[in-house]
């Protein structure tokens, strides 16, 4: 199985600021990595696949990166409706797995 | 517009069983393969398996062999997941979800609002 780590677990940033957040794989995935936001009391939302690609009417404030172990999430400017966990996918072997999560709250 | 309607909450026994269904709307239901995720109260996400609701196939995760069952009704066009033997390391959120574009191994495009299952003496 293949262990996805997030880090870092919790960040504080102030609004309008950029956020940087980490994947990593136990082994490669290529580029077959999603992100999700997920909110209080909501189901997961994708906003990446294929490591870079956002989803439909995902803001481009959201951008993806990486490939093979290692992966960024990045929000360029946070809006107060981005504060939120987020959570990356490994989509290359079976089992499925996701990482622990990171939760992004307003400093 | 596409959406995924999931049953409602459900409270059960240790050692019952529990079958979650999720009804599709939307979209053509045997184009996309239909997965199961779920969520212990605040914790990660965790994926089941999934179900092809064109062929009926099934992939399920090794930790669930043997107690969970993912059917589909194409009917009425609704994917279900059985899961049995219930313990208390089973309260969760459980979330069916579409597999994204076709094919198995996909993100989760579209999501179901998640039905709550609480599993108490």
């Known amino acids: 199985e293949i262990v996805m780590t997030q880090s870092p677990p919790s960040l504080s940033v102030s609004p309008g600021e950029r956020a940087t957040l980490s994947c990593r794989a136990s082994q490669s995935v290529s580029s077959n990595l999603a992100w999700y936001q997920q909110k209080p009391g909501q189901a997961p939302r994708l906003l990446i696949y294929g490591a870079s690609t956002r989803a439909t009417g995902i803001p481009d404030r959201f951008s993806g990166s990486g490939s093979g172990t290692e992966f960024t999430l990045t929000i360029s400017s946070l809006q107060s409706e981005d504060f939120a966990v987020y959570y990356c996918?490994?989509?290359?072997?079976?089992?499925?797995?996701f990482g622990g999560g990171t939760k992004v709250e307003i400093k | 517009q596409v959406q995924l309607v999931q049953s409602g909450a459900e409270v059960k026994k240790p050692g019952a069983s529990v079958k979650v269904s999720c009804e599709a709307s939307g979209y053509t239901f045997t184009g996309y393969y239909i997965h199961w995720v779920r969520q212990a109260p605040g914790q990660g996400l965790e994926w089941m398996g999934w179900s092809n609701p064109n062929s009926g196939d099934t992939n399920y995760a090794q930790k669930f062999q043997g107690r969970v069952t993912m059917t589909r009704d194409m009917s009425i066009i609704t994917a279900y997941m059985d899961l049995t033997r219930l313990t208390s390391d089973d309260t969760a959120v459980y979330y069916c979800a579409r597999g994204f574009g076709g094919g198995a191994a996909r993100p989760f495009d579209i999501w179901g609002q998640g039905t709550m299952v609480t599993v108490s003496s």
């Open positions: 996918q490994q989509c290359n072997n079976w089992p499925l797995t």
